[in-house]
């Protein structure tokens, strides 16, 4: 294995810090199915330390579960892209972001106004028609791995279980996935320019502006019809906003899920009680999926601000003043003993389970219950399509230079 699930020794590293003294960030994972050793050390010692993320910039983490939820909640923090003190981790991400304004780097009121135009797309009641849609996708694709006897989750399943599902619900042809998996590749990496990240949205943009003129002439029964009629024609929405909204509605939703769920399959392969749970797929399975979205948590360090007054933290070396880039650790906050009972250990009914996966506040995760369903049913078809499913290999190689954590491919064998 590339990056060993047994984790390295090595020095004890230094977990307090000054303005002066910062930490480097981000922090990799060594394991798979667990936040960096670093995180639970910062908990106690320096819960919202001081840091140095790409590019010599200085931020701040927040670590706590009570903090991460109170900061995130907090309306005065900016989630926008254009103030250079936000602390994008990838090297031209801000840049790309202030450029391209994917609401979610944006503040209201623009941020409340392009949000609601999705929003009542993805509630539960809208959400639970996709199911069978889904399920019979997902069937498919068992079905066809099947004779083969061997497959990657992430390229013969898991990406094309969540690109297709997104691209359903927008009435798009999903017959390439691949492309979206190389624009979010891009768009998403750590180490992409501005130029490369602006390069791959445009070709996005530039493909559903097609898309954005043909539903415009003659639309369909598809939620990009409904964007176009209802949203850009009126003028609510400018169509640079309404290709934005779009490209990260697919980015974002595509990534998380894909992760997800190649993630989760490889904790089950390791776990009989839990995957015995997705094999019968009854009513158990809902708990299992919320604490799978706990654990994994890939979306670690997704909720960047730029704190909008001072904040105290309670052990800090030093308050976070307004103006400080701010880092959210989903994965810290989730794995928090103070919130979560043996908090590294997968407990398929753990209760209560309030974890903080899809974010908090006005930001939070806006396809979360697509997000929910699409697991459910890709973890039951799967487990229980393919019964013998093992491991292939056990070279299988992390990823921690994108947004979202997650694994380039996993081997399986049945």
Known sequence: MSESLTRPVAEEPRTTSGPDERLPFPMPRTCPFAPPDDYARLREQDPAPHVEIPGGRPARLLTRYDDVRRFLADRTTSADARDEALPALGVGEREAAAKSRPFIRTDPPDHTRQRRILQAQFTVRRVARMADGI?????????????????DVVTDYANIVSTSTVLGLMGLPDDDPDFFREITRISGGRHSTEAEV???????FATLDEHITLRSQEPGDDLLSALVQNHLLTGEVTRHELLSTLGITIIAGRETTTSMIALSTWKLLQDPAARAVAEAGDDRMKGLVEELLRLLSVADSIPIRVAGADHDVDGATAPIREGDGVIALLAAANHDPATFSDPDRLIPDRTPNHHLAFGFGIHQCIGQHLARLELQIALHSLFSGLPGLTLASDDVALNNDAATFGIEELPVRW
């Open 198 to 204: 602006t390069a791959a949205l445009g070709t996005l």
């Open 135 to 151: 399920r019979g996708r997902a069937d498919r694709l068992v079905a066809e791995m099947r004779p083969r006897g061997r497959a």
